[in-house]
């Protein structure tokens, strides 16, 4: 019990040390705690955030019903677009209003038939807009139970009287149960196993990366003082025992003042930063347990990583030595190991399709991210042997013998960076596919049209154009084909109308119309095949059939006919060319935050090396000017150190990020192998060397007196 006191006033006073580069220590290593405890509890909050979401998606999931089973509510999922956002609009039609399996969750009563009720996020936003607000006269507003996030957009009806659902309608025996169902939105963002696996790139890896960086401020002042303890014959289990508790009179605080920061910031935050995506009111906080589970482990990290120099086998010549000292470090091959399987994942992935193929794609290129930093330190004493063995320059050889002597002080702050150069190549080419989306046709200047499906053989066309008076519904069917000429769509459509519409002569003589009437009308329409036009026949439409409104072109048409249509006792879908046209994935945004938080922590591991290096670096500009040395040599030795460890790093993060965009191009014809953003990439990674070079300079200003 003695001794572990004493070992602890002793960590405690080594903590608190007068030693400058004691105290340089203290003040990085408490703030990389904070820093990596706020952020790795904020990413487990947006996982917990996702994880409610998913709970809430599957308890509105509609439940099918079997043959002999009791059908509690009759389910038809429709859509309606505000401001090219596409939501769902469900209409139902329960059994008996009094039980409680017939109602979606979220929903506290029915409305009167033909009521609304809809979600806080459409609710909010009919208020600020009267147009969409027409759309759903007196809807009551659901739970957050009933709603992913508050931004979310959801309309249920109550089916009107004399109503009619489409031919999809199906029955059910409720919501959220088990067995066979149909969900109710989209759950592109709820993929937990996908979205964890990209947080672990994104945000995990950097996070270690820092905490490595914080553990290893002063390791040679620590190195020094552990070889000293070792000399005297202090017991390896006591030195790492030490070592943690040394360490962790300063994390464990920085780990406690990130929690509370979290902690009390957490229900303040209603939007993911960068993503600008909306959550649910407390999401983000955690439950206790789960907040001291996050705390714990990275205590755990912590400790493990203050513990790595002392685990490291090191020489024997100077265990003996009158004035001890940490001998050079061996590096095990097996560090590559990581990179090594991730290549093997990768080009597994080539050998695989679908789902399976991207997957282990992701994991490839997230190991490869992980290993590559691992592997610098062993590629980085490679390049010094050769360097020191080949150069005749004195200033190359001891360049290339400090880098062989200490690889791991020289890369580590460049970790970050090598992650990035992996990643980065990757995310480009995605985010590139994402957005390569073909441009709409130019629309015509004259007139416009939407297109309506669903219980159309009940659909009451008087009701519907009622404030549209120059618009025509035209129905549409494809032509017999016959296999001598081309598709055919055939149109609902006077020669009348159709030259009225467009506001030119439409037919000719034999009542065909013009190559010009045809060409626009395919515009307007939005297809590739023949038109032809046929006498319209409302009578006979089905619910399978499609028809157009034509109209006009006017601002308000879209919105007066989704109003209309809304209204409408026959439940009816609008589509509109903004329908129609590819819109970027929800996804997208993601993967900027992602990058954002990789970027801002690559940065801050730099930035903690960096200040970390100046401060020895200092000390080694002395004691190479107590040799004799002139600033100019003592500079070029910094120099060629420094670009000689850059370019290592630079070079291996390169070519892991060439390996990994090609693996990620070949999943998809439509991802191209980001040239450009690789490119862009050098050139950004050549001109921070220049910075470098100039950190180099400013550090080696002043060596100061002569020890």
Known sequence: ????????????????????????????????????????????????????????????????????????????????????????????????????????????????????????????????????????????????????????????????????????????????????????????????????????????????????????????????????????????????????????????????????????????????????????????????????????????????????????????????????????????????????????????????????????????????????????????????????????????VLAGRRLQYDPRSAVRPLYGIAALLVITPVVAAWIAAARDLDPPAPPDAAVEAVWLRGALDHMDTEILLRDLPDAVVAPLAPGRHDPSQPPALHIGLTCADAGRLLKITACDDQAAPTPEATQRLSTVLNTSMDIKLISPDLGRLTAEDQVAVLAPRDARLETTIRAAALAHPAALNVLSAADLELQESELVSWIFGGIAVLGSLAFLVLATGMIDRTAAGRRESRLLGALGLTLRRIRGISTQEFLLGYATVVGTGMAAGIIASTAWSNLDPAISYPVGPLVLTLAVATALAGFGILGVRIMTKDTGPNP
Request: hydrophobic residues 50%.
């Open 1 to 396: 019990m003695k001794a572990g006191r004493t070992m602890l006033r002793l960590a405690v006073r080594l903590a608190h040390g007068s030693h400058p580069q004691q105290r340089l220590r203290l003040v990085l290593l408490a703030v990389v705690a904070v820093i990596t405890t706020v952020t790795a509890l904020f990413t487990a909050g947006v996982l917990h955030a996702l994880s409610g979401e998913s709970h809430r998606f599957q308890d509105r999931v509609v439940t099918l019903a079997q043959d002999d089973e009791r059908v509690t509510v009759r389910v038809d999922e429709r859509t309606d677009t505000w401001d090219q956002r596409q939501y769902p609009v469900v209409w139902l039609d329960p059994a008996n209003q009094d039980d409680p399996a017939a109602m979606p969750p979220g929903m506290e009563a029915w409305p009167e038939p033909g009521g609304w009720v809809v979600s806080p996020g459409l609710a909010a936003l009919a208020q600020d807009h009267p147009d969409l607000a027409a759309r759903f006269p007196g809807a009551d507003v659901l739970t957050d139970e009933g709603v992913l996030h508050p931004g979310e957009l959801l309309a249920y009806r109550h089916m009107p009287d004399n109503g009619v659902m489409g031919v999809a309608a199906v029955d059910a025996t409720g919501f959220g149960g088990p067995g066979r169902g149909r969900a109710i939105g989209d759950d592109t963002e709820l993929d937990l196993p996908a979205m964890t696996l990209a947080l672990a790139g994104f945000v995990a890896l950097p996070l270690v990366l820092l905490a490595a960086a914080g553990t290893a401020v002063s390791a040679p002042l620590r190195a020094q003082r552990l070889a000293l303890l070792h000399a005297i014959g202090v017991p390896a289990k006591q030195r790492r025992r030490l070592v943690v508790q040394e360490a962790a009179t300063v994390f464990l605080p920085g780990i406690a003042l990130g929690t509370l920061v979290w902690t009390l910031c957490a229900p303040w935050i209603h939007t993911i930063p960068v993503v600008e995506r909306p959550v649910a009111d407390d999401a983000l906080t955690l439950p206790v347990w789960a907040t001291a589970a996050v705390a714990v482990c990275l205590a755990v990290l912590f400790a493990a990583l203050s513990t790595v120099t002392e685990h490291r086998r090191r020489d024997t010549r100077h265990r003996a030595t009158p004035r001890p000292r940490a001998g050079r470090p061996r590096l095990p091959a097996l560090r590559t190991a990581p990179a090594l399987a991730a290549v093997a994942l990768l080009v597994a992935a080539m050998f695989r399709d679908g789902d399976s193929a991207a997957m282990t794609t992701l994991a490839g290129v997230v190991l490869l991210a992980v290993g590559t930093p691992l592997a610098l330190p062993v590629i980085a004493r490679a390049a010094g042997n050769r360097m020191a063995g080949r150069a005749s320059a004195p200033e190359h």
